[in-house]
């Protein structure tokens, strides 16, 4: 039976890479979206789209890619948004140095909290990433997947934003100086690291990665924080010498875990599809030979091979020497090395052969199968030695007789398949005759039944030689394997038929979101103390040798099975603390748990450290028109929440909540939706539901919009819309449906009624506009031509029927048509470069109309003319997915995915500069140097912030009282022009400040 080794360099895995492909698509920042979902639909195909294939997380980055990318039909960069920011609050700042009274005053609404009552499966909002202080569990700062950065100073009993400021909110992973708790460092997409050195006031972009990709670890050396260790989803592992200003590339794949070997910082372990380990402090990482790769299997005799250093893995050059390195490399014109490199003296060798086995399925015709190359010095030029070229489906035996018989050999293998399939070596060996003897020198594996899937890395303080592996497969449990000597060799457990990254307690599902739910922690008192999670939490007591559960993911069922209630899927798992203090974190979608006594488990194995973060990622809301509000709202992983008549909010459906609304006539009945169309309805404000029917139901199949479009008529009572393929109406609250239009072929993204005219009706298909003005009982398609654009938003004016404006990804942003979409008008004027994504308008006489972007609400109407004011006073940098007004307190409300519910007056022209009291700032002196006082004639708390002429961010605090001087260090700050920013209730004041 053959040894197979597997080349990990140019191996292909079919269906395992085929998963990945698509995310490494997106990493990599410069296919276009189409590109993208072609092939992740092709995954999809094979591996199914049920629930726990990974299909739904797909589907969420889909709907937000398409909204987001341009005309060309890329996404621009996280550096694009940050540079464009910074060029929107520097023209601002230019722009006029005076009191701006109607910019908004938007306060939140939340919900910053859950209780085990309301719904089915509660929580707040997604936390993906947890650190704490060296030596202080109150010190935590925890990162949320839109909503930013948070911190608590009294171990998450409050918390405060720290990111609201910038131009990316989108946090994946989290570190804490160890050696200076003031800097903080996160991760982006796109590869981004930002900095903070101000425990977190103010953040700066620290660097990229290069490999791009969604940062998931920043791992710190306790003892030299010059050394950073960085891994990305989809761009690699890396590691930097001068605090992540630079990285160097570890590898160039996808990166998912990085451990120190506790106690010894210059051993340490990553992971990604493979696992490495490097004993040098970082400068050289290499594959363990316990992961089918090679292992030396020495030949002895009287008159046996001289054997040189067998550990001569070199990140940049082979082994060099009288000697010969087995390698592969990736480009032969700039060798890497990616396993052990054996070697033998050829010295006194006769006629050395190179002999090894290889097989190839179904190769590229245009790219040769397998290339052997030699060259005889380090600094030689690599010379082509055999190339194979044929198809065959059984193992091919080669010897090759090697030119030079004394030379010093660097031996490579190269080949590239094509998509799906793989090259397999095996029996690799090189023999020579010596004084007549026929010695050989084979090179083979340790079967450890490691695959390709992502790996998490367990350790503990308990025994330091002790390493444990997660792995995921297809997206469930693949295995846990153990090393009990600091990773040199594994064994794996025995879990056979077991899966604990679904939702099954007894681990016999076959669900699971892996490496998106996936982690593991060992306790640092107990090494045999192992708790791994997926869609939950499980506990091993033994060494990792059996697992049970420890949290269920609905409240009924935690208290039924008498273990931890914890939202479900788990991001991240962190011990905190050392001897009797030792705890357990948790991040899940929900928020963030603690275990407080991890090896305890009972109903209240976890608490809640979520409440006070604000950040729930709302798709769409509904608004009442009652002069006490309802609003319902629909959010990622949380479900439908509605902000009753008491002023509280209650979870009432699950899943993904999509659109929704409040009934015109009724505030106690409510709508609500989750991805692809499953329609609910609530007669008593969300205490119980009921299931409306779905006019087209596809059932497993998953293939309708992931917000599908939900409407009330505004005329007659009990009349609701829906869209798929076809418009649907029913006229008795959703149990019976009726098409009003023909099959577009297409699914329909956006449907509106006009408000005054229900026969007026508007929907959208990608960049393409259809309206009818007879109810649907004939459709007719616009000449709008969006150049490849899409449509994000549609808005029908209050009170006339044919005045339309639509939000869309093309340049121009935003477009009104008067004659119900005959023709167009762009109204782009001077909005900043963000992404188009929500409208409304006001019935205020003016045409009054609101733009929300990825960043800000803007506002224009005819007295304004041809330009927009910005209307974000107190609104974070947060991307805005739909506005709705409720005319009767006249307030704007704002569904942000990140930062829950937001509330403003609408915009007021009436306000005046003598009712903001501006004349009462004072800023001096002016010229500064070293420092800065503020003082303010009002008991208000205001935000402060400092721009620099290029609009940067260089001072914010928040809730600060100006009544006694304010006393501002400028020290540090460059001479030069800089701008003061006050932001009050009523509006903002900015004052120029100069430095010398």
Not at 687 to 697: G, R
Not at 716 to 744: H, L, M, P, R
Request: with cysteine; aromatic share 12%.
């Amino acid at each position: 039976m053959k040894k197979i080794i597997c080349l990990t360099t140019f191996t292909m895995f079919g269906l395992s890479l085929f998963a990945q492909d698509f995310k490494q698509l997106i990493a990599e920042g410069t296919n276009t979206v189409e590109d993208i979902v072609e092939v992740a639909e092709r995954h999809f195909d094979s591996v199914g789209r049920e629930r726990g294939r990974g299909y739904k997380p797909f589907r969420r980055w889909q709907y937000f890619a398409e909204r987001a990318m341009d005309e060309t039909g890329k996404l621009k960069s996280p550096e694009f948004y940050y540079d464009e920011l910074e060029n929107f609050n520097a023209r601002i700042n230019n722009e006029g140095l005076l009191a701006r009274t109607v910019v908004g005053t938007w306060e939140e609404m939340g919900p910053t909290s859950w209780n085990a009552t309301s719904g089915y499966n509660p929580g707040v909002g997604r936390i993906t990433s947890i650190a704490t202080e060296n030596g202080n569990q109150n010190h935590i700062i925890v990162g949320s997947q839109t909503g930013g950065v948070w911190k608590s100073l009294d171990g998450g009993t409050t918390w405060t934003v720290l990111t609201d400021n910038l131009a990316n909110m989108d946090v994946y992973a989290l570190a804490i100086d160890p050696l200076n708790s003031s800097t903080y460092f996160w991760g982006s997409r796109n590869g981004s690291i930002f900095k903070s050195i101000d425990g977190g006031f103010t953040w700066s972009l620290h660097s990229s990665l290069p490999g791009g990709g969604q940062v998931n670890k920043i791992l710190i050396d306790p003892t030299d924080t010059s050394k950073i260790y960085c891994s990305a989803d989809g761009g690699g592992l890396y590691n930097s010498a001068d605090g992540g200003l630079t990285w160097s590339t570890i590898s160039s794949s996808t990166g998912y875990d990085f451990e120190f070997k506790p106690g010894d910082p210059n051993t340490i372990y990553a992971s990604g599809s493979y696992f490495y380990k490097s004993t040098d402090g970082g400068q050289t990482f290499s594959i363990p030979s316990a992961l089918n790769t090679w292992n030396q299997e020495y030949i002895t005799g009287s008159n046996s091979w001289i054997l040189g250093d067998a550990n001569s893995n070199s990140s940049i050059t082979p082994k060099t020497g009288n000697a010969m390195a087995v390698f592969y490399i990736g480009d032969y014109s700039g060798p890497i090395t990616r396993i052990e490199s054996p070697v033998i003296d050829l010295a006194s060798a006769v006629s050395p052969e190179l002999k090894f086995s290889f097989t190839q399925v179904s190769w590229d015709s245009d790219i040769d199968a397998l290339k052997v190359l030699y060259k005889t010095s380090a600094s030689g030029n690599w010379i082509e030695l055999a190339n194979y070229t044929n198809e065959v489906t059984s193992w091919s035996d080669i010897t090759i007789s090697l030119p030079n018989p004394t030379s010093n050999y660097y031996i490579a293998f190269e080949g590239t398949a094509n998509y799906g399939r793989g090259v397999t070596l095996d029996d690799v060996s090189v023999e020579a005759t010596n004084q007549g003897i026929i010695f050989s020198e084979g090179f083979e594996t340790i079967s450890n039944d490691f695959a390709t899937g992502p790996k998490m890395i367990g350790v503990s303080a308990d025994n330091p030689s002790v390493v444990y592996v997660l792995e995921a497969e297809n997206s469930l449990f693949g295995g846990i394997h153990k090393s009990a000597d600091s990773g040199v060799s594994f064994i794996k457990m025995d879990h056979a038929n077991k899966n604990y990254f679904g939702y099954d307690s007894l681990a016999e599902d076959d669900r699971g979101q892996a490496p998106r739910d996936m982690d593991i922690a060992v306790n640092p008192n107990n090494v045999d103390d192992v708790h791994i999670a997926g869609i939950n939490t499980w506990r091993s007591t033994n060494g990792g040798l059996s697992f049970n559960i420890t949290s269920q993911w609905t409240p009924y069922n935690a208290n039924l099975e008498n273990v931890g209630y914890c939202h479900a899927d788990i991001d991240i798992l962190e011990f905190v603390g050392t001897g009797s203090n030792v705890k357990l974190l948790v991040g899940s979608d929900g928020g963030i748990y603690r275990a407080n006594n991890p090896t305890t488990v009972n109903s209240d194995y976890y608490t809640d450290l979520t409440a006070g973060l604000g950040i729930r990622q709302f798709y769409k809301i509904g608004v009442s028109q009652t002069n006490i509000v309802v609003v319902t709202g629909g959010s990622q992983d949380n479900g439908s929440s509605v902000l009753g008549l008491n002023g509280s909010w209650t979870d009432w459906w699950g899943a993904d909540g999509m659109e929704g609304f409040v009934d015109k006539n009724n505030s106690q009945t409510i709508y609500g939706t989750s991805q692809y169309g499953s329609f609910v309805k609530s007669y008593n404000g969300g205490s119980n539901i009921s299931y409306l029917t779905q006019p087209d139901d596809k059932g497993g199949d998953y293939n309708w919009n992931w917000v599908v479009p939900f409407e009330q008529d505004p005329i007659i009572q009990n009349v609701i819309y829906c869209a798929f393929d076809e418009v649907y109406k029913s006229i008795d609250g959703g149990d019976n449906w009726t098409s009003i239009s023909s099959n577009f072929g297409a699914d329909i993204d956006h449907f509106k009624v006009a408000p005054t005219d229900n026969n007026k009706m508007y929907l959208s298909i990608n960049g393409e506009f259809w309206y009818t003005i007879n109810g649907g009982a004939s459709w007719v398609q616009s000449s709008l031509s969006l150049g490849g654009g899409r449509i994000n938003e549609i808005a029908v004016h209050p009170m006339d029927s044919d005045k339309i404006a639509i939000a869309t990804t093309n340049g121009q942003k935003v477009y009104v048509s008067s004659d119900h979409g005959l023709t167009w008008t762009s109204i782009l004027w001077d909005l900043p470069n963000f992404s188009a994504q929500a409208l409304v308008w006001q019935d205020n006489g003016k045409d009054g109309l609101y733009v929300g972007m990825n960043y800000g609400i803007y506002y224009t109407d005819n007295d304004l003319g041809d330009t927009w004011a910005p209307f974000n006073n107190g609104l974070p940098n947060v991307r805005i997915n739909e506005l709705e007004i409720n005319a009767v307190e006249g307030k704007l409300y704002a569904a942000t995915y990140g930062r829950g519910l937001w509330r403003s007056n609408l915009y007021n022209e009436t306000l005046s500069i003598s009712d903001f009291e501006f004349n009462n700032f004072s800023l001096y002196p002016n010229p500064a140097s070293n420092e800065v006082n503020l003082k303010w004639n009002n008991s208000e708390d205001v935000a402060v912030r400092i721009y620099n002429t290029l609009g940067k961010l260089m001072f914010y605090s928040k809730n600060v009282n100006l009544s006694n001087d304010y006393k501002i260090d400028t020290s540090a700050f460059k001479t030069g022009v800089y701008f003061v920013k006050l932001n009050t209730s009523k509006g903002e004041i900015i004052k120029k400040l100069i430095l010398k």
